[in-house]
Each structure stands twice: as C-alpha cells, then as structure tokens.
C-alpha cells in the first residue's frame, strides 16, 4: 500500500489484494486484484469478510438432491439381494458478496443410506449404481438383503463439500458439508412360496394348481 492524494487533493491509500491458502504453510501468496484506491477510511478486507460468511451462504444454496434407484423395484424379495444407488450431481451458483462475483460449488462426497427396516450405512464415499438387467439379483456394495416382508421407504443424505472463488479467483475450501436429504423411495418387500403339485390337471382340473 501507497498514500497518494486524490484529484480532489485528498489523501488515499492504494490498495493491491493478494490471497493465499490458509491450509499452506508458509503462505503462498498470489496477486488477487487492483490496484485500488480508497479515502476517507480504512481499508475493507473483502475477502475476509466474504470468508466470515460464506458458510453460512453455502448452507443457503439450493443444491439438489441426489434421485435413489433400485433393483428390483418398487417390489423386491425377501431374502434376495436388492441393489439401491445414488445419482448426485456437482453443482455451482453465482452470487455477489459485498460488490465481488462469488461462485461457489457443491461437490457430492459421501452418502449415509437408510434402508428402512432400521439399517444404517455411511458415510460412505460409496455412491453405488444400476446392473444390467441379467445381473440383477448380484450383490454389490450398496446391495442389502430384507429378512422382513411389509412396506418401507428407502432414505439417502448427500453429503456436499463446498469450495468458493472471489472474481475468478483460486478454489477456496468451504467450512463444514451441506448435508442434503433425497424424496424417500417406497419399496415393497415380499416373500416367495414354493408348492409342489402332484395333480393332473387334464383329469382333475380342480386340483390344487390347476
């Protein structure tokens, strides 16, 4: 910074930002923007500030939740293996912060699946996704097994890491995750019963079977 006078003939100071990451030590700094001139009073740190609050914008951004899948569905078996995923995506949102174009970007990063006869699993980074259809049935790492036949819903949490940048500037980690619920998923358990038939339906067309 330089004192300068104005024009007009007032005193001002000349002002050029520089940033650097608070997780690198020591800092490395990098020229952000300006010059700029200011009068009358002290100058603003506008990142900091922008900083101070951008949780809490974060926290407002209107991230959509991830769609859940499942196979099969909406009906599966009791016993059988039932492969559920997840579809997230990254998403960004531009606002402007004490005069500045901020951009901040949601990132999906673990999941914390909620099967719905009480089994809880996650956070997990694991995300899961769709079989072919002759696959199905197979177990994968998002699959679950039903012991219980009856109606449930299947519930998902994304967990979002967010990360800003101020007018094109360097990515700047977000403190804290947005943790955003999808709709439940219905999901109908059922059972499967074997008979055997001894009938002969051309003779006794009333049997059991027939």
């Not at 990142?47 to 769609?67: C, G, K, M, N, Y």
């Not at 943790?179 to 219905?186: E, K």
Request: aromatic share 8%; charged share 10%.
């Amino acid at each position: 910074m330089s004192n300068i006078d104005s024009p007009d003939g007032k005193p001002g100071t000349v002002v050029y930002w520089y940033v650097a990451e608070a997780s690198k030590t020591p800092p490395v700094w990098a020229f952000h923007s300006g010059p700029e001139c200011i009068h009358g009073e002290k100058p603003r740190d506008i990142l900091a500030e922008i900083a101070a609050s951008i949780a809490h914008e974060f926290q407002r951004s209107p991230i959509v939740a991830a769609t859940i899948g499942s196979q099969p569905g909406p009906h599966t078996l009791r016993g059988k293996e039932t492969n559920v995923w997840a579809e997230a995506t990254t998403q960004t949102f531009n606002l402007t912060m004490l005069g500045q174009q901020v951009t901040i970007t949601a990132t999906p990063t673990a999941y914390t699946w909620n099967y719905g006869d009480g089994t809880i699993w996650g956070p997990t980074p694991t995300h899961g996704a769709p079989l072919h259809q002759d696959r199905i049935g197979e177990q994968t790492q998002t699959s679950h097994i039903y012991t219980e036949t009856g109606h449930l819903t299947i519930n998902l949490t994304t967990h979002f890491n967010g990360s800003y940048t101020v007018n094109n500037g360097p990515q700047l980690p977000i403190p804290g995750q947005g943790n955003i619920a999808s709709p439940p998923l219905p999901l109908t358990v059922w059972r499967a019963k074997t008979n055997l038939y001894a009938d002969n339906c051309i003779q006794n067309p009333q049997g059991t079977g027939c």
